[in-house]
């Protein structure tokens, strides 16, 4: 039997002390959408942090498994290689970097091969037009003045351009109007396939009524409360997290 | 006087002005600025503008004052020492370029289409004979007298090559001017002076290049560079020092700047052992405007020392400065930024910001900026420093995409610096300068 893609097996991280995740469980296969959701301080941001690999969070037990091996003792950069992708809840400023130099840069690291600039420029204008970005976006600075819409769209064309096996979405969807938020999750839809594995953190289950979950995960105070379809996530946005607050407490 | 002693000395300064064949107000001015410099003090650790620049390992009295090219004449840029050449950009027609190679000036092609337009662009020294009235008038006199500072002084009585433009009312030279200073020669000092004139309404880019190749031996640059702008008169200078690791480089740029005139000037600092340079603005006339920027890169134990002045005389002008450091290794840079507002200069606007980057735990930046305000109507008078390490958030967002910590901290440091080198007229400047970056880094071959 081929290895699952993506593995979590209880995973416990702490903060300075303080435990945030105490053993979480999630298997991501290949051609699978998962959404996990969970309200304010349950752990989410945490756990796709943890999982890229940022030095601030303390892993106290458990493994995060990538094709069979076992990711947690990797820099960023190498999980990155190795196929794993982080769209930013909060893109980062890069000041004086072009996206479409950034971009390059990352093909090129992550690849191991640099394309030539013709063959970028083609896949880049073809990975643009797919996502309907405007091609100037990739001649302005690296998320500098970009609008909150843009910053997300930047991610999800980052997405497009690295091609990873298993990307994590944290809060694709927050601080977006309508219309921007639209056009992320058309994004999504368009890039997640039989080749890619994604968990799609959320703390609103508005960006689920334009991508559709195979999965939908709750996490409640730094554990997985309860999986099932999208009938889960309608029940909690019909009855509010306090539902699961109360389920949790008894 | 192929070369003349080791050491400086009023005797140096006659030999130098009968070398050149000097008419007598030069040589007295020469004279003038020898005696400024014997009756001023040698700078110490005391003096405030030199409180953290150390020059005492400069062995004055062991420097050629002055030493003939070794090839006194180059017609085309092939016949310049290879280093020198790989400098030039050989695609582009040499024209507005002038070259001096250590002492002396070995190739000015003149700007033909800009000369039709009566603009001067020549070595100094042949200025002096041709246009004596205007060398006479502006050179060291009112924009840079060797009352400035000591190493002004030493330079006004020392120097030898250098560059004159000269471009005449309401004239706009399209074709950047360049001039290169290529010091080749351990144990030489060189005084290199620029001189640039632009009449009311015209229009220049000018381009100074300081560069040397690396020398088993101490040598000092230490020139001057004066500049007038006429009443509504625009410049774009830019300067990029990239001198050889055993090169003092103690130096001093000053522009006045008439009514409506408008400056924007770069400064490129890379090279050096040790550099203490004096960038200064003077706002003399109602509605000037300068913006001075710079970019400076210190690795190992390099040491940078800018002094800049934005001086607001007449009413509505304003000025902004923006100096971009990265340190790394144990190299230091200081800025000492003044902002002096004189009490007619109602409407002033003035900014200044020193942004330091520092790479290395070893690497130290001093940013010092103090404000002198007399005008009591003002519009804006500010001043900001930061000096940071690289943002541990950008570090982890560029890693993410699988960049190594190495690679993510270049692309940093090129995007810190990018915007300035991006408006750099000549694209193979820009390419070098790329390059000198990234060397520095540690990453590409020299």
């Given at each position: 039997m081929p290895k699952p893609l993506f593995v979590i097996e209880d995973l416990h991280v702490s903060v300075e002390g303080k435990e945030i995740l105490k053993g979480v469980n999630l298997t991501v296969e290949r051609g699978e959408v998962h959404a996990l959701m969970g309200p304010n301080g349950s752990g989410k941001s945490t756990l796709a942090h943890t999982l890229m690999g940022h030095p601030r969070f303390q892993i106290t037990q458990g493994r995060v498994l990538l094709k069979g091996k076992?990711?947690?003792?990797?820099?960023p950069d190498e999980r990155a290689r190795q196929g794993m992708f982080l769209a930013f809840q909060y893109p980062v400023e890069i000041p004086g970097v072009k996206v479409r130099h950034f971009l390059r840069m990352a093909l090129k690291a992550s690849k191991g091969e640099e394309p030539s600039v013709t063959e970028f420029r083609k896949q880049l204008f073809e990975k643009m037009a797919l996502l309907e970005m405007?091609?100037?976006?990739?001649?302005?600075?690296?998320?500098?003045?970009?609008?909150g819409g843009e910053k997300k769209r930047n991610e999800i064309l980052q997405l497009a351009m690295l091609e990873p096996e298993m990307a994590v979405l944290d809060e694709?969807?927050?601080?977006?109007d309508i219309d921007a938020l639209r056009s992320v999750a058309n994004g999504i839809n368009k890039l997640a396939g039989p080749h890619m594995g994604m968990l799609l953190i959320t703390?609103?289950?508005?960006i689920l009524n334009y991508v559709d979950p195979h999965f939908v995960h709750v996490l409640f105070d730094g554990r997985i409360v309860r999986s099932g379809g999208m009938e889960l996530a309608q029940e909690l946005e019909a009855k509010g997290y306090e539902w699961i607050a109360g389920e949790a407490v008894a | 006087m192929k070369q003349a002693a080791k050491g400086f000395s009023r005797q140096v300064v006659e030999e130098l002005s009968s070398l050149h064949s000097e008419p007598p107000w030069l040589r007295q001015r020469r004279l003038e600025a020898w005696r400024v410099y014997e009756a001023t003090p040698m700078p110490t650790l005391q003096d405030e503008d030199w409180?953290?620049?150390?020059?005492?390992?400069?062995?004055?009295?062991?420097?050629?004052p002055f030493a003939e090219a070794p090839?006194?004449?180059?017609?085309?840029?092939?016949?310049?020492?290879q280093g020198l050449c790989a400098l030039?950009?050989?695609?582009?027609?040499?024209?507005?370029l002038l070259i001096q190679h250590d002492s002396q000036v070995v190739h000015a092609s003149p700007a033909e289409e800009a000369a039709k337009q009566g603009v001067i662009f020549a070595s100094l020294e042949e200025a002096v004979g041709e246009q004596p009235e205007l060398v006479k008038r502006y050179?060291?006199?009112?924009?840079?007298?060797?009352?400035?500072s000591k190493f002004v002084a030493l330079h006004g009585a020392m120097w030898s090559g250098g560059t004159f433009v000269y471009v005449p009312k309401g004239v706009e030279v399209e074709l950047p001017l360049r001039a290169c200073q290529w010091l080749a020669r351990p144990g030489l000092a060189v005084f290199p002076h620029t001189l640039i004139v632009l009449e009311a309404g015209s229009k220049l880019t000018f381009i100074a290049e300081q560069c040397s190749p690396e020398m088993d031996g101490q040598a000092l640059s230490c020139g001057a560079t004066e500049v007038y702008l006429g009443e509504g008169a625009q410049l774009r200078h830019i300067s990029v020092q990239q001198l050889g690791r055993q090169v003092y480089n103690l130096g001093a740029q000053r522009h006045l700047l008439e009514g409506d005139s408008s400056l924007d000037s770069l400064i490129i600092g890379l090279g050096g052992e040790l550099t203490k340079f004096f960038v200064e603005s003077v706002?003399?006339?109602?509605?000037a405007n300068a913006q001075m920027r710079g970019v400076v890169f210190g690795g190992d134990d390099q040491h940078f020392d800018h002094q800049t002045l934005q001086e607001?005389?007449?009413?509505d002008c304003s000025s902004d400065l923006l100096f971009k450091v990265v340190v790394k290794d144990q190299a230091m840079s200081v800025h000492l930024g003044n902002v002096r507002v004189h009490g007619?200069?109602?409407g002033t606007d003035a900014g200044q910001t020193v942004r330091n980057l520092i790479l290395s735990e070893g690497a130290k930046a001093h940013p010092i900026l103090p404000l002198e305000i007399?005008?009591?109507?003002?519009?804006r008078c500010s001043h900001a420093a930061t000096v940071g390490q690289v943002d541990e958030a950008q570090l982890f967002y560029l890693m993410s995409r699988g960049l190594s910590r190495r690679d993510a901290q270049k692309l940093i440091v090129d995007g810190f610096f990018e915007p300035v080198l991006e408006a750099i007229p000549l694209p193979a400047i820009q390419h070098r300068l790329r390059r000198a970056v990234d060397e520095k880094l540690g990453l590409a071959m020299p």
């Open positions: 076992d990711v947690l003792s990797l820099p405007n091609r100037s976006f990739s001649e302005r600075y690296v998320n500098e003045g970009f609008s694709a969807d927050s601080g977006l703390h609103y289950q508005r | 409180r953290r620049t150390d020059i005492s390992a400069l062995a004055l009295d062991e420097l050629l090839s006194p004449h180059a017609d085309s840029i092939a016949e310049l020492p030039l950009d050989k695609s582009r027609p040499e024209s507005g050179f060291m006199t009112r924009c840079l007298p060797p009352e400035h706002l003399e006339g109602p509605g607001h005389i007449a009413a007619d200069a109602r007399e005008a009591s109507d003002i519009r």
